[in-house]
C-alpha cells in the first residue's frame, strides 16, 4: 500500500476512534458560519492520546524533512495547531512561532508570537482545513513579515472548492494526513455511518451551504 494511503487511513481511524471527527445525519451540527454539517471535527483531542499524537507529530515530520529539509522554522496556527506545531518544531531541533488570526488589540500588538527575521522559511502547521480563510491569514501574516513560506501540513482537510481555489491563488503548497474522502470511507467500513446514508453526506461537502435547508 503507498505510504499516503496508510497513512490517510490510519489517521482516518485515529479520529473516528477516539470521536475527534463526529458523524451524525439525523442531527446535524451547526457550525459558526450557520452552515448545517453532519461532521464535526475536533482535533484538538488527538492531544489527549499520546500514542495518536505522536503519530501524527511523526507523520508531519516526515512530510518536512522529505519536502522541505532545510526549512528555518515552524509555525502554528493559532489556536488548534500550536501544541503540534511545538511538538513537530521539537522533533526537528527548529525555532517555532504562532500565529494569530489577528492582531492582538493591546500590549505590542503582535500577530505573530514568536521571533522570524525576514527571508527566513516557513512551514505552516494546521489542524484542520475547511474554507481556508483562517489558514492563509496566518500564511498572509508571515509573508507580510518576510517569510518565505514553503508549504501548510494539516492533520485533516474537508476539500471543498472554496479552499482548493483560495490555496491555488495564495500559492501555498498543502500536504495533509487525511481527507473527507477516507474519512467516509473508513466510517462506512467500520459501520460508523451506513450505505444509505453516504450519498447525502457526500452532497453536503459539495454545496455545504445548502445542505439541510
Sequence with gaps: MDYKIETARKT?????????VKLNKKEPFTWASGWKSPI????RKTLSFPS????????????????????????????G?????VLVAQDLGKPFVYVRTDKKSHGMKNQ??????????VVVIEDLISTGGSSLKAVEALRDAGCIVKGMVAIFT???NVAEEAFDESKVKLH???DYNTLIQIALESQYIQESEVDSIKEWRLAPDKWGI
Design 112 to 121: 505573530i508570537e514568536g521571533v522570524v527575521s525576514e527571508g527566513q522559511s
Design 176 to 178: 495533509t494526513l487525511t
Design 158 to 160: 474537508y476539500g471543498f
Design 81 to 85: 495547531a500550536i501544541a503540534n506545531g
Design 52 to 79: 495518536i499524537r505522536t503519530y501524527i507529530r511523526q507523520e508531519f515530520v516526515k512530510i518536512i524533512n522529505d519536502l522541505y529539509p532545510d526549512v528555518d522554522v515552524i509555525a502554528g496556527v493559532a489556536t
Design 12 to 20: 482516518a481511524e485515529s479520529l473516528l476512534k477516539i470521536q475527534a
Design 40 to 43: 464535526y471535527c475536533d482535533n
